[in-house]
Each structure stands twice: as structure tokens, then as C-alpha cells.
Nanobody
């Protein structure tokens, strides 16, 4: 059984910063990809950032230059540093990883940015 535990969400003013963490545990073999998605009310879930095992990264255009993703392979943990937050970043943020062709999701953590 694989479990993803997210932390670091909360309420912050526009221009502030938050750092999300997601720790994976359980029967993992060799996690190939880890990433963060978000879903705002009334909108579809969208990819925010992803990182491969070899540290290749990709970002949504809306967060480039403000968010940074990194990972610790030894701990199966992925992080999302979010700077210069905007009200439109408000959403539930979900951790996602792929291992042996299977995808796993965290329970989500709320990020609210006030104007």
C-alpha cells in the first residue's frame, strides 16, 4: 500500500511564500516522476509542476519563475516552493507520483492567497 502525505498548505497574503511537502511511503520500487497538481473551485485539475528522477522539470506557464519543484529520491519526497503568490494560485494542491506505471495521489492540501 502506498501513502502520500502532504503538508505546508495554509493562508497567506498575496506576495507571500509557502513550501509544500509530500512524503511517499509504502511499497514503492523506483519512483520515476513526481509532481503537483491543483484544482480551484469550478475548474479542472491542472498540472503545476513535475520532476523526473533525473531532476528534469516542467512547469505550468502561470507559475514559471515563481514556483520551484525539487525532490529527495532517498526519502521519496517532493517539495514545491511557491513564491510571489497570487490570489489566482488559490486551490487545493495535490501531490502525484508514478511508480512502475501506476499513479498515486495525495489527499490534497488547501492553499489560500488573500489579496
Amino acid at each position: 500500500q502506498v501513502q502520500l502525505v502532504e503538508s505546508g498548505g495554509g493562508l497567506v497574503q498575496a506576495g507571500g511564500s509557502l513550501r509544500l511537502s509530500c512524503a511517499a511511503s509504502g511499497s514503492l520500487f523506483r519512483v520515476s516522476w513526481m509532481g503537483w497538481y491543483r484544482q480551484a473551485p469550478g475548474k479542472q485539475r491542472e498540472l503545476v509542476a513535475g520532476i523526473t528522477r533525473g531532476d528534469g522539470t516542467n512547469y505550468a506557464d502561470s507559475v514559471k519563475g515563481r514556483f520551484t519543484i525539487d525532490r529527495d529520491n532517498a526519502k521519496n519526497t517532493v517539495y514545491l516552493q511557491m513564491n510571489s503568490l497570487k490570489p489566482e494560485d488559490t486551490a487545493v494542491y495535490y501531490c502525484n507520483l508514478e511508480d512502475l506505471g501506476r499513479a498515486y495521489w495525495g489527499q490534497g492540501t488547501q492553499v489560500t492567497v488573500s489579496s
